[in-house]
Each structure stands twice: as structure tokens, then as C-alpha cells.
């Protein structure tokens, strides 16, 4: 249910920022620094567990209990309250942020709010890895890839009564979700099919252009946001507020040099691309990257799984408009999982996410072939997966003023 519901109140947001685009476009040009800015001082001041997309702090929550004031609220109802009504704030000044990664940490604080203090009974990791797998069943209408998600990336070991509760709690998810948004398909389902055979063959090549481009992103979100320390973070830990209000300018910046398209998380662009809409491509990919990497390093709310959807789509576009003998469906999709696995190097969780989405049994063996690919070739910029990475900051080693600063 709460996944549903941020998802409409995230929808919400966007249509409120399409309309006051559309009726007064330079002034709501000024949302994004402003809107930066005033998310990242709140953050800062109320709720800095709720910084970035709350992934990193479901995984170190669940790998540490700690009671202090910084880890005893990395998953618990009042994050997750901060979560959504920032996340929907930037929404409405057309922040180019996901909802996937925060309704991660928003479920995962509702499941451990509403068992704490509850004797027997699965245990505390369990939960908040459950938790965490519901919301993206929830956020995608992908129960199998919630499963997935929590084994390959909030987990690296699972036993087997936490197997159950993951598998229990997101078929009540994926079961919710379909009561309340029905039986639908994320990017649509194909009306027709045209020869797999170029996607077997390009697949490779597209998975390791969408990790290289991929890897490139979490590089440097991770050098930005200072979990590789250089003199760039150190200037954002001492200007944070600044800092953001810069990133909302190249945001804007961006969003005026595309004429728009980078707002919100991307869905229609993305579902624009898959239906082999022309005009956007590589060109379209760029400005997302720039405008998601802008959004995930000013130190607010924001998920990157969404963007990189799109950005992946518009990557996958390129190829198809390289005169290559491929479908422009199937060369998007899996530039999306490409781009993904890329970015978090999660390779079967993207896999399987395109595959629930998109309801593209054709693509499965292509999709299996393009995402590893794409976890190799990002590996070669990344040594580390994203998320493991930032969640150190939420950890017990991690000072409380670094956990502050980092998403």
C-alpha cells in the first residue's frame, strides 16, 4: 500500500511540475536550485538518514543493528515519512530523481516500525531485507525481481529462513499492488514481434556499452559524493547547501538544453523509446545522465533506478539508429538492463526487472547475455558495487558528520 500510494503522490508531483513547465517555463527553471538548495538543508537538518536513494541504508542497516541517533534511523517510519514528502517536493521542481530506491527504504522502515518489539518471528535482518524486497516488487509491479533484488544486492548470503520471509512478504506486496494498481505491465507489452536473432548477437556488444556508460555514472556519483575521497567532496562537506544549489543549476542547465526532457524520473521518455518513437537517442541518454547525476549527488532524497531506465533506453536508441539489423523495442530494452547492471552491478536484479516489465519472454536469453556483460565492463571503472559502497557512510565505523553528507 505505501508503495502504491508514493507512487501516485510521486505522479502527482510530476503532473504538477508539467503543468507550471508548461505555463511558466523560465520561472519554474529557478525550482531546480531553489528546490535543491531548501531539499538538502531539510535533509540535513531533520532527517539526514533519508539522503539519497535509501538503499545504501537498508544494506548497512541490515548488516548492523546500531541504536544511536544516526544508524537507529535508517529504517524506521519517520525516514520514511521525510522520504516521500522530499522526494515528492523534488518532483515538483522536476528533479530528474527515481522513486524505486526510496520506496527500498520507505517499505523496509514501515516493515521494521511495525514489528519492532514483536517476540519470535523472523529476525530484525530479515525484515528490513524483506521490507526492502517488497518495495521493489511494489515500485516496479515485479514480485520475482523483488526476490532477486534482495538476494543479489541488499544480501551478498541468505539463509534459508530469510529465503522464506523475502518470498512471503513480497507475494502480500506483489499481491497489494496488483489490488491497487491492477495487472499491468511497466513499459507496456509488445503487440508484435520481428527476429530475435540480431538481439542474440548485439546483445554482448550493447551490455558492455551500457556498463561502460553505466560505471562511468556510479564512478562518479561516488567520487561527488565523496565515498572516493578527492577535493571536490571535501569542498561539498564544508558548502553542502551550495553545493546542492550548484547541482540544481546544472540541472536546469540541462533540462533547458533538452528541451525538457530530463524532468521527473523518465518513465515516458522511456516508454516513448521503447515504443520506437524517433528524434531521441544518445543525445537524449547524455542529458539524463547529467541530470540524474546532478540530482543523486546534492545530498536530498532521490533514487537513480528510474533515470537510468531512461537513460539506458535512450542509449539502446543509438544502436537502433545505427542501421543495425535489430528491433528498436529489443535494442532499447536492453539497453535499460545494460545501463542498470551498469550502474549497480547487479546484473540478474536487471535482467529479470526488464524481463517483469517489459513481459518480453523472447528477450530473456539476450537479457541474460547483456547484463552480465555489462557488470563486467562497468567492473573495470567500479571495483565495488554502488550501493555497498555509499553504505559504508551508514555504518558503525562511519563518523556521524560523514553520514551526514553522503547519500
Known amino acids: 500500500m505505501a508503495g502504491a500510494g508514493f507512487a501516485r503522490l510521486s505522479d502527482a508531483a510530476m503532473a504538477v511540475h508539467a503543468q507550471l513547465f508548461a505555463t511558466h517555463r523560465w520561472l519554474t527553471l529557478l525550482l531546480l536550485p531553489l528546490g535543491f538548495g531548501l531539499a538538502a538543508w531539510l535533509t540535513r537538518r531533520f532527517a539526514p538518514e533519508s539522503a539519497g536513494s535509501g538503499i545504501p541504508q537498508v544494506i548497512a542497516a541490515a548488516e548492523q543493528r546500531w541504536s544511536g541517533r544516526w544508524g537507529g534511523q535508517r529504517v524506521t ?23 524505486e530506491g526510496p520506496t527500498v ?42 526476490v532477486v533484488f534482495a538476494v543479489e544486492e ?71 559524493t565523496g565515498a572516493i575521497p578527492n577535493p571536490v567532496s571535501a569542498w561539498r562537506c ?6 546542492a544549489v550548484l547541482c540544481g543549476v546544472v540541472a536546469a542547465a540541462v533540462a533547458l538544453a533538452s528541451g ?22 544518445l543525445a537524449f541518454a547524455i542529458w539524463k545522465f547529467l541530470a540524474n547525476l546532478a540530482a543523486a549527488v546534492c545530498g536530498a532524497p532521490g533514487g537513480i533506478f528510474s533515470p537510468s531506465l531512461a537513460a539506458g533506453a535512450g542509449l539502446g536508441a543509438a544502436f537502433a539508429r545505427l542501421g543495425l539489423p535489430i528491433a528498436g523495442r529489443d535494442a532499447v530494452v536492453l539497453g535499460m538492463a545494460s545501463y542498470l547492471s551498469g550502474v549497480v552491478q547487479a546484473p540478474l ?22 547484463a552480465p556483460a555489462a557488470r563486467w565492463s562497468s567492473s573495470w571503472l567500479m571495483d565495488e558495487p554502488l550501493y555497498h559502497l555509499l553504505s559504508r557512510a551508514w555504518r558503525l565505523d562511519a563518523q556521524p558528520a560523514k553520514v551526514v553528507t553522503e547519500a
Open 349 to 370: 536484479t536487471s535482467a529479470v526487472i526488464l524481463m517483469e516489465m517489459t513481459r518480453e519472454p523472447g528477450l530473456v536469453g539476450p537479457l541474460m547475455l547483456a
Open 77 to 99: 517510519l519517520r525516514t520514511a515519512v521525510w522520504k516521500m514528502v522530499l522526494s515528492a517536493g523534488l518532483y515538483v521542481c522536476g528533479a530528474s530523481i527515481g522513486r
Open 260 to 281: 525538457g526532457l530530463t524532468f521527473g524520473a523518465g518513465y515516458d521518455e522511456a516508454k516513448s523509446l521503447i515504443q520506437d518513437h524517433p528524434g531521441r537517442g
Open 154 to 224: 541488499l544480501a551478498k548470503s541468505f539463509e534459508k529462513r530469510t529465503h522464506t520471509t523475502v518470498i512471503l512478504v513480497v507475494v502480500v506486496a506483489g499481491f497489494t499492488s496488483y489490488a491497487l494498481q491492477g495487472d499491468y505491465a511497466y513499459f507496456g507489452v509488445s503487440t508484435g514481434r520481428d527476429t530475435l536473432l540480431a538481439a542474440w548477437l548485439l546483445a554482448p556488444v550493447i551490455g558492455v556499452a551500457g556498463g561502460l556508460f553505466g560505471g562511468l555514472f556510479a564512478k562518479a556519483v561516488a567520487v561527488l
Open 238 to 243: 564544508v558548502h553542502p547547501v551550495l553545493f
Open 105 to 146: 527504504q520507505v517499505v523496509a522502515g514501515i516493515l521494521r516500525s511495525l514489528t519492532r518489539g514483536l517476540k519470535g518471528g523472523p529476525g530484525r535482518r530479515a525484515l528490513i531485507l524483506a521490507g526492502g524486497a517488497a518495495g521493489v516488487a511494489a515500485a516496479f509491479n515485479t514480485p520475482i525481481a523483488g
